[in-house]
């Protein structure tokens, strides 16, 4: 029922930024609480952050604290995740993920952005 698309993956230095972004299709997007994860070569996906649906809490894994930021723009029903000070591993395919607030878990899911970190 809601569809999300990812974007800004891409190749860069150790050292680097980006911002990904993901749209989603609901017109009801103030409701839905986001999140992203990511699944490094050979691993299985891992939590990263997640923001609520009034953007009031966010959520950061060990890993993602002080370098990984969360933030939504309701009006564009857009998820960004800024992402500084990037690592080798921090390279992984990159998920938004999505779910209806009065839900206990992650209801939809995207194809993936891949963000490749060079040394």
């Known amino acids: 029922q809601v569809q999300l698309v990812e974007s800004g993956g891409g190749l860069v230095q150790a050292g680097a930024s980006l911002r990904l972004s993901c749209v989603a299709s609901?017109?009801?997007?103030?409701?839905?609480?986001m999140g992203w994860f990511r699944q490094p070569p050979g691993k299985e996906r891992e939590f990263v952050v997640a923001?609520?649906?009034?953007?009031?809490?966010?959520y950061y894994s060990d890993s993602a604290k002080g370098r990984f930021t969360i933030s939504r723009d309701n009006a564009k029903n857009t998820v960004y995740l800024q992402m500084n000070s990037l690592k080798p591993e921090n390279t992984a395919v990159y998920y938004c993920a999505t779910k209806h607030r009065s839900k206990s878990t992650y209801e939809y899911w995207g194809q993936g952005t891949q963000v490749t970190v060079s040394s």
């Open positions: 609901t017109r009801t997007f103030s409701n839905y609480d």
């Open positions: 923001i609520n649906w009034s953007g009031s809490s966010t």
